[in-house]
Every structure is written in structure tokens, then in C-alpha cells.
């Protein structure tokens, strides 16, 4: 197997998770030449709902109230009938996968990878790679992404539920999103006026305020940098970036070339304080666009600020925080494995940032899921997504380089 190495960006944020422990724990002999020729052409992907096709059932769903078929969209429901988007969201604990196009009973790393069938799930972006494989690149595909997932169920160093399943994948190819959860949510503000089901998450109350007298008081949009705040204050109290790296050393220590991908850019009309009532009649699918919605971020303040730049920076701020995660397992790696390039053996890359703004859901060509508050991505988005991972598995390890642009 040819091995291409790049450049890199170093983007290192100020942080104290020390990779000491790590270090001390991880310092032995790097694998070496024959580790790399029991190589596999074998690609898992592990991660969270944007890994696991979200919003698009799977060959065995397990939850209660979700009947469908591989590859049907959940329905554009708050709670009434089956496949609603309140039967399908992740239970408080460890995650069922429920509504998700790679599911298998919970869990999917019991399923056979993937092959082609009439009911082989095809949303997916790890499903769609595995569809398009031609000739002498094509590599056996899994994809053990858990809807709900965070960083810490996936640590194999904390205990995490999913944390063992880590130690199976070896001497392969690892590709992921995680980082998003529970963040992101933390950021969802949606008002259904039924008793027990509005949502309102800690940081937004940073995106907005009400001020003045009597009946005279209007809405204030906090500053961005509110925003992004509150994402890294949270950031740090969950540990996050010391789960990434414990996830990201443990792949790399097991002679794995890790692609860890970022988010899109997107905004859920969820986000903060600008929309949250919810049309109970049209369900999660209705809303207005980010972009419309602005506000003063103070009564002496001309400039207005919209929805759609604060999603859009804290979404910013989200990749960058787990770019620096995988800035610190290169460091790492280099420590461990002096005499190696084991730091070239993980990678970071997002999606196209101006092409996804070109598709959001008010476009004639949305790659968003409409039906859950325009959250994740529709089998078109997803397919942008498999070309993003496509292309970093070309760029840096010379691999699945036969593929062209997805026709959409």
C-alpha cells in the first residue's frame, strides 16, 4: 500500500488536557514494517448521528413505534404516528441508534459489511462510498456510528460504552464525525406547547436578550462571541478534546490511518431564541430562514447580527476545537514514535463551507434533512459528504483516488 504524505495546518488552541498520561501509558515501539504489510483495504466508520445516516431508517430497527423499510425518511411529525421525530430521538443514556440508516437491533457493529442488495441501506455517506467502489480500490465498508453518541461513550481510556469496540479495529482504515454531541444541542430552543416535550438548552440564552420598560421591551441579539463562549466553556467542562485524543492515540497505537472529518456548515431555525415556536400542524420541516432573521445586539447598536451568523460561528469554532484534538494525537504520536511518521496517519478534513451555504434548506437543492429541524443531511448532503472523505483518503493515503464528483 502506497502511503502519501502532506503538509499539514497546525491550528493548536490554548488548553490544559495534558497528553502526559497518554504518553506514558503509549510509548512503546511504534508498529512497524510488519504490521503495515498485514495492512487491510477495510474502512470502519464510527461516530455520531451525521455518521449514521440519521433520519433515514435502517435493515433493523429496534425502538418502539419505528416500522419502516431500509432508506425510507422518518415522517415530518412531532409525535403523532409511527417514525416520529419524537419516537426516533436517542434515549437519556446509551444510545439505540433508532432511525438511523445503518441500525442493526442497536447495534451495528453486529451487522456483515457492507454489501449490495434491494435492501441495503444507501443514504449513509459511509454506504454510499462502499456503493461506488470500483475496480482494484474497492475496501470492505462498516459503519458502527451511533445516533447520540458523544466523544466520552466512544473513550476507550473512560469507560465509555463504545469505548471496547475500538480495540477490533486494527491495522485498517477509521473514519468519523464526532465532537457535535451534546453540544450543538445545547443550542436548541423549541417551543411545542405540549407539556414535557419543549426543549431549551444551556447556552441560549446566549444567543439573545429581551430589554426595556413595561410593554415597550424588545429582542437583543447577544454577540457572536457569546456564542462561542458558552460552546467552549462546555467544551471543556465535558472534556471533550481529552476524549478525541484518548480515541484518536488508542486508533493510531493499532496501526490504523484515522480520517477525521468536521461538520458542515449549517443552522437548524432551532438555534437560540430567534424561532423556537414550533408549528405543531407542519411539523419540524417548517421554520424560517437564518438569514432573514437579524436583531441589533443592543438599543444604541445600528449593526444587526442574524441567526445565521451565529450558527455559522459556532459552528466554526466546533471544527476547530476537534482539528486541535487531532493536532494533539499527532503531537503525541511523534513523542511515542520518534523514529516513525505516525502522526501523518491521521488526518483532518470538513466539507466545502461556501458549497453547503449554497444548499441549505431554503435552496431549490437543500442538502439538508428538512424533517428534524434541518439538522443533518439528506442523501444528497450525504453524498457531499462521501466525496469529502473520498478525497482526503485519496489525498493522504492514495486511496479511493478513482472516484469522480457524485452526480446530485
Avoid at 217 to 230: E, F, H, I, K, T
Wanted: charged content about 20%; hydrophobic content about 35%; overall charge negative.
Amino acid at each position: 500500500m502506497i502511503r502519501f504524505r502532506a503538509g499539514r495546518l497546525a491550528l493548536l488552541l490554548s488548553s490544559t488536557l495534558s497528553l502526559l498520561a497518554l504518553s506514558a501509558s503509549a510509548a512503546g515501539a511504534a508498529p512497524g514494517a510488519e504490521a503495515d504489510a498485514k495492512f487491510a483495504d477495510k474502512m470502519t466508520f464510527i461516530g455520531d448521528s451525521v455518521t449514521a445516516g440519521f433520519g433515514f431508517c435502517g435493515p433493523a430497527e429496534n425502538a418502539k413505534n419505528v416500522h419502516c423499510k431500509p432508506n425510507e425518511e422518518m415522517a415530518n411529525s412531532w409525535n403523532l404516528g409511527d417514525n416520529s421525530l419524537n419516537d426516533c430521538k436517542p434515549p437519556k443514556g446509551t444510545p439505540n441508534d433508532a432511525c438511523s440508516n445503518n441500525n442493526f437491533d442497536g447495534k451495528p457493529w453486529h451487522s456483515e459489511p457492507w454489501k449490495a442488495g434491494p435492501n441495503a441501506p444507501d443514504v449513509a455517506y459511509p454506504f454510499q462510498i462502499a456503493a461506488r467502489q470500483t475496480g482494484h480500490e474497492k475496501a470492505e465498508v462498516s459503519n458502527w456510528a451511533l445516533t447520540g453518541s458523544t466523544p466520552s461513550d466512544w473513550d476507550p481510556d473512560g469507560g465509555g460504552a463504545f469505548g471496547s469496540l475500538l480495540g477490533k479495529l486494527k491495522n485498517q482504515y477509521v473514519g468519523m464525525t464526532l465532537g457535535a454531541n451534546p453540544l450543538l444541542a445545547y443550542y436548541t430552543n423549541i417551543d411545542i406547547s405540549i407539556p414535557f416535550m419543549d426543549v431549551e438548552g444551556p447556552c441560549v440564552d446566549s444567543t439573545g436578550y429581551k430589554a426595556g420598560i413595561w410593554g415597550f421591551r424588545s429582542w437583543y441579539a447577544g454577540p457572536v462571541q457569546n456564542q462561542v463562549d458558552c460552546l467552549k466553556e462546555h467544551w471543556n467542562k465535558l472534556h471533550q478534546t481529552q476524549h478525541l485524543v484518548h480515541i484518536y492515540t488508542q486508533l493510531l497505537e493499532q496501526n490504523d490511518r484515522v480520517v477525521v472529518m468536521g461538520y458542515y456548515r449549517a443552522c437548524s431555525w432551532s438555534f437560540g431564541n430567534w424561532q423556537p415556536k414550533a408549528n405543531p400542524f407542519k411539523g419540524p420541516a417548517s421554520g424560517n430562514d437564518c438569514k432573514g432573521e437579524r436583531r441589533p445586539t443592543s438599543r444604541d447598536d445600528s449593526a444587526k447580527v442574524s441567526q445565521w451568523d451565529q450558527a455559522v460561528a459556532v459552528g466554526a469554532e466546533l471544527n476547530n476545537l476537534i482539528h486541535d484534538a487531532v493536532m494533539k494525537a499527532k503531537e503525541h504520536a511523534r513523542k511515542a514514535w520518534p523514529e516513525t511518521n505516525r502522526d501523518d496517519d491521521i488526518v483532518y478534513t470538513q466539507p466545502d463551507e461556501a458549497e453547503w451555504e449554497d444548499h441549505q434548506p431554503t435552496s431549490a437543492h437543500t442538502w439538508v434533512l428538512l424533517r428534524d429541524t434541518w439538522i443533518h443531511p439528506n442523501k444528497a448532503g450525504a453524498g457531499n459528504l462521501a466525496d469529502t472523505v473520498t478525497k482526503a483518503m485519496c489525498r493522504h493515503f492514495d486511496h479511493w483516488c478513482g472516484h469522480t464528483e457524485w452526480t446530485r
